[in-house]
T-cell receptor, first 116, second 114 residues
């Protein structure tokens, strides 16, 4: 089955620790995205990548880092510099460069990160 | 700056009671408007993409419509399994470096009672 997988589903971290969230897709999509979701707020874009070895900051990139070494994978590292990391993290992907129309994003199941 | 406002924040319906959810948007140039359904603790599930004013799309009990300022998600004769949070998002025409980023509203939490 084609889709997006995120692991782990739940993650607990102590303050001061870095942690990496996994996102893998087998849809052969060019672009991948990381969002953060907090109660009562819309999804906010952290980082996105249109092609391998390239990525751009979203609206709330401070305290996060990413890499895109393979088309299928876009891991997100939440660093100790992120002041309020407890949230639900969502990865998405889309076929990119349909310049004539919008590109639909498809989401993974999410990772819930809790900082203890 | 692109903005999306969804209303109401929460909506309770009786099974079979039709209603509509609203998504008002401000965007420099609309590339597409998206509706997603999200169940608690899960990722958003894609429902519809609307590209231009006047467009309508349907799926089972759901129908999405689009004007130049807003979109409606009409729910006809809802069932309890339609209970979820419905998210609206817009994608604007931007430079090539901006990709297909989305701006989301905060969602409408729909509860359908049996």
């Amino acid at each position: 089955d084609g889709g997006i997988t995120q692991s782990p589903k739940y993650l607990f971290r102590k303050e001061g620790q870095n942690v990496t969230l996994s996102c893998e897709q087998n849809l052969n999509h060019d672009a991948m995205y990381w969002y953060r979701q907090d109660p009562g707020q819309g999804l906010r874009l952290i980082y996105y990548s249109q092609i391998v070895n390239d990525f751009q900051k979203g609206d709330i990139a401070e305290g996060y880092s990413v890499s895109r070494e393979k088309k299928e994978s876009f891991p997100l590292t939440v660093t100790s510099a992120q002041k309020n990391p407890t949230a639900f993290y969502l990865c998405a992907s889309s076929i990119e460069f349909r310049l004539d129309r919008a590109n639909t994003q498809y989401f993974g199941p999410g990772t819930r990160l809790t900082v203890l | 700056e692109d903005q999306v406002t969804q209303s109401p924040e929460a909506l309770r319906l009786q099974e079979g009671e039709s209603s509509s959810l609203n998504c008002s948007y401000t965007v420099s140039g609309l590339r597409g408007l998206f509706w997603y359904r999200q169940d608690p603790g899960k990722g958003p599930e894609f429902l519809f993409t609307l590209y231009s004013a006047g467009e309508e799309k349907e799926k089972e009990r759901l129908k999405a419509t689009l004007t130049k300022k807003e979109s409606f998600l009409h729910i006809t004769a809802p069932k309890p399994e339609d209970s979820a949070t419905y998210l609206c998002a817009v994608q604007a025409w931007q430079g090539e470096t901006s990709g297909s980023r989305l701006t989301f509203g905060e969602g409408t939490q729909l509860t359908v009672n049996p």
